[in-house]
Each structure stands twice: as C-alpha cells, then as structure tokens.
C-alpha cells in the first residue's frame, strides 16, 4: 500500500485526477466549490458510514477554515490537492513506519530462531536433552512427590554432569558457534 501511495504523490497528473473526483463528487453544486454545506454532508455521510457519531456543523466550520488557505469561506480545488497531498503523506510517513516495525520484528525473530537453534545444538551435543529424557523416567518409574521434582532434577543433573564430563570435549561451547 505504501508503494501505491508513494506511486500516487510522485505523479502530479495521477494526483490532481485523484482529487478532482473526489472534489466533484463532494460539490455537489457543481460551483467549483466545495463550501462549508458540503464539506459538512461529506463529513456527516462518512461519520455514518462507520458508525461514527454525526459531526456538527462547527467541526465542519472548523474544517473549512483548515483547509481554506486563501479564507474566501470554500475550498478550491488546488486546495482540496494541497489537502490530499498532506493526508497521502502522512498517510505514507505511517505506512513506513508499520513497514520498518515490521522488518525489526522479522529481524528480531530471526535472530531468536538462530539463538534457538544454537541452544537445541547445544542440547543435543551436550547430551543434556537426554539427560532430562532420563531425569523424567526416573521421576514417573520412582514416583517422585511433585513437591521433590525440581529438586530431584536437580540432583541427578548434579550426578550426570560429573558421570560424564570426562566424555564431553573441553571446547563444547566454542564448538556450537560454527
């Protein structure tokens, strides 16, 4: 969408279309001219649209006076461009910024992927995953309280480091970087 928009804004011709039908769909007096009636028939069908509630004719007063540069009380149509022009790039300054949010989280789940990968390397070359595999046969074969789980875990990951580090190489952690 933000392609689009970017599309939209570089291209002065696409751009004036754009608004130029938006423009006499809303002056609906065909004047040239959307006035403060019109801007307020707008504001009132959009607000119903999405179940908003209705505007009242002072916000549409006060909108005109916004997009009213030159205060003759309407809005032309190079005002009504000057007007969609700054909504499009506001529009595309937050699409950008939701675009680059994503790309961090994307990033930043990669980087989790890669570091979980490193730690089930770590598992499985360390023997640790079946160490636990071992740990919970033996809790479920002796019935252990569940209050002595954690601390029968413990113990017997005490007792299964020492059993075999011997077995284990002096260098395991450099080795799972590669």
């Known amino acids: ?13 696409s751009l004036n279309r754009v608004a130029k039908n938006s423009f006499d769909a809303m002056d ?62 506001e529009m595309l300054d937050q699409l950008e ?5 994503r790309k961090k989280e994307a990033e930043i789940e990669e980087q989790v992927n890669r570091q979980l990968h490193m730690f089930e390397k770590y598992l499985d070359d360390s023997g640790l995953a079946m160490a636990f595999q ?19 875990t413990a113990m017997r990951l005490r007792q299964i480091g020492k059993e075999i580090a011997h077995l284990l190489p002096k260098d395991l952690t450099s080795q799972l970087a590669e």
């Open 1 to 13: 969408m933000a392609e689009e928009v970017r599309k939209l804004l570089s291209n002065d011709q």
């Open 134 to 152: 071992l740990i919970f046969a033996e809790i479920l074969t002796k019935k252990i309280d569940a209050n002595n789980v954690f601390t029968y």
């Open 97 to 101: 910024s939701v675009e680059m949010q």
């Open 28 to 89: 609906s007096d065909k004047s040239g001219f959307i006035d403060q009636e019109e801007l307020y028939n707008v504001m009132v069908n959009a607000a119903r649209s999405i179940n908003a509630p209705q505007p009242t004719m002072e916000q549409a007063n006060n909108a005109l006076q916004e997009i009213d540069r030159n205060k003759d009380g309407k809005v032309s149509l190079s005002e009504f461009v000057q007007l969609l022009r700054r909504v499009l790039e």
